[in-house]
């Protein structure tokens, strides 16, 4: 199963918006919601940031908002801020119950 | 607040096997699901398998299937997660984390390097 995908890399200045598509198959996201994201600084463990496409974990930013249409969620980061450049994954839940990761995405805050 | 606390890094024969465990600090981990996720130097985040308590069956992504087993001890406290048949192709930082739809809590990362 190939891995869901994501651009490469996006970049943006401080303060702007930035969005990060997560595309895949309709087996892929199955007939759930359960499309979550996780930021991972370099040398560090990933960090869950959404879950359910657009759930926030209660410490995290409300800058960090997501969502998903057909077979494509998003991850839209704003007002960026230099602690943002960091890696970041999507993943679903497969109709198959299996976790499937994106291959991930640089953020660069120029 | 769940830290979950792999073992240290190791470094492995081809061919041989390796195992990575995985407590959680300050509680029991008998509660959560448990998945392991690698991830090889400079590349992304894999999703090896994943399983409920008590532990005694396990969703494997098909990649892996054959080569990987997720179990605990009798008492639940401790995960293990072994891969057999290594290769150089397994180099990797090994992570596990409390989930299965979703990973909300995460190991440190164990590092296994597999080399002649």
């Known amino acids: 199963q190939s891995a869901l995908a994501q651009p490469p890399s996006v970049s943006g200045s401080p303060g702007q918006s930035i969005s990060i598509s997560c595309s895949g198959t309709s087996g892929d996201f199955g007939n759930y919601d359960f499309v979550s994201w996780y930021q991972q600084h370099p040398g560090k463990a990933p960090k869950l940031i959404l879950y359910?496409?657009?759930k926030r974990p209660s410490d995290f930013s409300s800058r960090f908002s997501g969502s998903k249409s057909g077979n494509t969620a998003s991850l839209t980061i704003s007002g960026l801020q230099a602690e943002d450049e960091a890696y970041y994954y999507c993943a679903s839940y497969t109709s198959g119950s299996t976790l499937l990761f994106g291959g991930g995405t640089k953020l660069t805050v120029l | 607040q769940v830290q979950l606390v792999q073992s240290g890094a190791e470094v492995k024969k081809p061919g041989s096997s390796m195992r990575v465990s995985c407590q959680a600090s300050?509680?029991?981990?008998?509660?959560?699901?448990i998945s392991w996720v690698r991830q090889a130097p400079g590349q992304g985040l894999e999703w090896m398998g994943g399983?409920?308590?008590?532990?005694?069956?396990?969703n494997y992504a098909q990649k892996f299937q054959g080569r990987i087993t997720i179990t605990a001890d009798a008492s639940a406290t401790t995960v293990y997660m072994d891969l057999s048949s290594l290769t150089s192709e397994d180099t990797a930082v090994y992570y596990c984390a409390r989930g299965l739809q979703l990973l909300d809590y995460w190991g440190q990362g164990t590092l296994v390097s597999v080399s002649s």
């Open positions: 300050g509680g029991t981990i008998s509660n959560y699901p």
């Open positions: 399983s409920t308590p008590p532990f005694v069956t396990a």
């Open positions: 359910d496409v657009a």
